[in-house]
């Protein structure tokens, strides 16, 4: 491992021993599952959440391999935050989204302010190469229709990536949980 990748796992593994305590541990599980808020809090002013974002997105500028070493000490530590879905979801933005998007939401999820996610899987295929999701455009606006299952922190996420079905193929959407017609369970 690269010295970035050590110390990115060493700052992770400090934050986890300090913040994963077994009282925290029991109390992180509530009604939307696990989760921890002070630990979310304290990863965002850590650095962490922004790890493999640009820096000129508010984040570090590392790469996967410093995002992996974190992932390995937040499963050493049975941390109940949703890095996994989160922090692939921000470098998806950061590399796919538009101006806009990345102005909206990269700030907040570096900072722990905004959590993300990406809905991906459907009844009976947990990563569909042809979703059964459809977006349409009715000259104003796209509609999506269909059902996502399994969304990892789907009830804490501010925003979801759903890829769907076009005329001219699959498009990521941005998706917010207020939007009309989301529902969640």
Not at 3 to 11: F, G, N, P, R, V
Not at 113 to 132: G, K, S
């Amino acid at each position: 491992l690269s010295e970035t990748q050590t110390d990115a796992a060493a700052l992770a593994a400090m934050v986890f021993k300090t913040e994963c305590t077994p009282d925290r541990l029991k109390a992180a599980v509530g009604p939307d599952g696990r989760f921890d808020a002070d630990l979310w809090a304290r990863l965002g002013d850590a650095g962490l959440l922004g790890l493999c974002l640009p820096e000129s997105l508010a984040g570090s500028g590392l790469g996967l391999m410093e995002l992996c070493s974190v992932l390995v000490e937040a499963g050493r530590y049975v941390a109940p935050v949703p890095l996994a879905s989160h922090l692939p979801t921000a470098m998806a933005i950061a590399k796919f989204g538009d101006a806009a998007a990345k102005g909206m939401w990269l700030e907040g999820a570096s900072s722990g302010h905004a959590i993300l996610t990406t809905a991906v899987a459907e009844e009976r295929e947990h990563l569909p190469a042809h979703p059964t999701t459809q977006a349409d455009f009715d000259g104003h606006q796209w509609l999506l229709t269909g059902v996502k299952t399994v969304v990892p922190a789907g009830t804490l996420a501010e925003l979801f990536v759903v890829p769907a079905q076009t005329a001219d193929g699959v498009t990521a959407f941005l998706v917010h949980p207020d939007d009309a017609g989301v529902t969640g369970t």
